[in-house]
């Protein structure tokens, strides 16, 4: 297995670099410590990450877009995630989302939507599939029970079908100018043969954005409500089979209605939040002095940096693995599991970075934090430790009381019972939602 890069790799991988050292990382801490969370985002790094084709790297050429591998793309989400995460993540769900369209639409479809998201800088794309009494049941639903899962209704009206309902936790809805929307359609039927698949521009009729999530982590990466109050949309906007979404998202990659990508999408993006710890930490430690000495001349911290060095090379080895092999069409389990190491390895590597930090006074130090409320983030998109592998610290649940200590508030942590439940935390760490199964839990 070669893993060397191409010129072409390379080349996308250093434009990526230059974007985060020199545009992303000046502005990163100012956002993360805004006051609420329509200070948190800035359309300029959209604007100048899309002119350079961050945006639209899944496109294929024939609809003006990139049309890279997917070891390029993990590659420049791992650079965009050295500088922050959250606008890493902002461009990565657009990789996800185009390549459903161009995977899983008619060609009409491609025509009408793909165009105009290579042509506007500021198009961004979403999924809307948790709702606040639905979340990893509409992953793995229970086959013999029609209640289970999403509750948005979708009724038949000639030519257009009305929708009714709200979702929540979506990301990229306060910023997005279209969305994936899946919806009942037959809610007499099991989820897998009653939902069907909508594309839903932002200005469809009856349809807003609802109340805009003021995160923890990811500050930057916008979630909101979806609010669906008679929103009247033409047939002509379904993907795939009516009562059979999953049939064209399939083809695609996912039989979660998802896209191949997010496995790789989320590891890939933990391993640019690691190396930018290995970095931080080793530049503190050469410049730092404690009882009069340097404190790389510690022995205990430079254990801890070897350790976090050696953690993320092993998970930069897997993330390039698993875009070698979606590149290759080669199906392994290798993608969920590098999904789940990351979680492991973001969390303890940003965490060792922490200590070497000594604490959050100082700039260096807010930013060391950030990575680590960032890094939490994992334990309910990629399971956790909380969801019962053993951590460094022995306690399965050790991260989520050390995060508790962190902050000095008292958290619920509810353990992820599959990938893909949501956990916020919101209000600078006043509240924590659960939307997980159903009903949603809330402290």
Not at 32 to 39: K, L, M, R, T
Not at 144 to 151: R, T, V
Not at 388 to 409: K, M, V
Not at 420 to 436: C, D, E, N, S, T
Request: positive net charge; proline residues 5%.
């Amino acid at each position: 297995m070669d893993f060397s890069l191409s010129n072409e790799q390379r080349s996308w991988q250093m434009a990526a670099r230059k974007v985060a050292d020199e545009e992303i990382k000046p502005i990163t801490l100012a956002l993360d410590e805004a006051p609420d969370a329509h200070g948190t985002f800035n359309w300029d790094i959209i604007d100048k990450g899309s002119r350079l084709g961050f945006r639209t790297l899944a496109v294929p050429k024939e609809y003006g877009g990139e049309g890279t591998d997917y070891v390029t793309q993990a590659l420049v989400m791992a650079e965009l995630a050295r500088g922050d995460s959250a606008i890493s993540k902002t461009f990565s769900q657009n990789w996800k989302w185009s390549h459903l369209i161009a995977q899983a639409c008619n060609t009409e479809q491609k025509e009408r939507f793909l165009r105009p998201f290579v042509a506007d800088h500021r198009f961004l794309l979403g999924k809307g599939i948790t709702e606040p009494t639905a979340g990893s049941d509409n992953r793995m639903p229970p086959k013999d029970d029609p209640k289970a899962g999403l509750k948005l209704r979708a009724e038949r009206d000639g030519d257009e079908w009305i929708l009714n309902g709200e979702k929540c936790f979506i990301a990229n809805a306060p910023v997005g100018k279209l969305f994936f929307v899946d919806a009942r359609s037959n809610p007499n039927a099991p989820l897998r043969e009653g939902t069907t698949m909508f594309l839903i521009p932002r200005d469809t009729p009856g349809f807003r954005i609802g109340k805009v999530f003021n995160k923890s982590g990811w500050r930057f990466y916008r979630n909101g409500e979806m609010i669906f109050e008679n929103a009247r949309v033409p047939h002509a906007n379904v993907v795939g089979h009516v009562n059979n979404s999953d049939m064209k998202t399939a083809q695609a990659g996912d039989r979660t209605g998802g896209d191949i990508f997010g496995d790789l999408e989320l590891a890939a993006n933990a391993l640019g939040v690691c190396i930018d710890a290995c970095e931080q930490a080793m530049k503190h430690a050469k410049t730092h002095k404690q009882g009069g000495a340097v404190l790389f001349e510690q022995q205990m911290v430079q254990l801890k940096i070897n350790k976090m060095n050696m953690l993320t090379e092993a998970l930069r080895s897997l993330v390039l693995r698993v875009a070698w092999e979606h590149d290759h069409k080669i199906h392994s389990a290798n993608a969920g599991l590098a999904m789940n190491y990351s979680t492991d390895v973001i969390q303890e590597v940003t965490e060792l970075n922490l200590e070497i930090h000594g604490g959050a006074g100082s700039p260096e130090g807010r930013h060391a934090e950030k990575l680590v409320r960032d890094g939490f983030i994992w334990s309910h998109l990629a399971a956790t430790p909380c969801s019962g592998s053993r951590s460094r610290r022995g306690s399965p649940r050790w991260r989520c009381t050390r995060f508790q200590r962190l902050w000095r508030h008292p958290l619920n942590v509810m353990p992820s019972l599959v990938p893909g439940i949501h956990v916020f935390l919101y209000g600078r760490i006043k509240a924590i939602v659960v939307a997980g199964t159903s009903p949603a839990m809330t402290s």
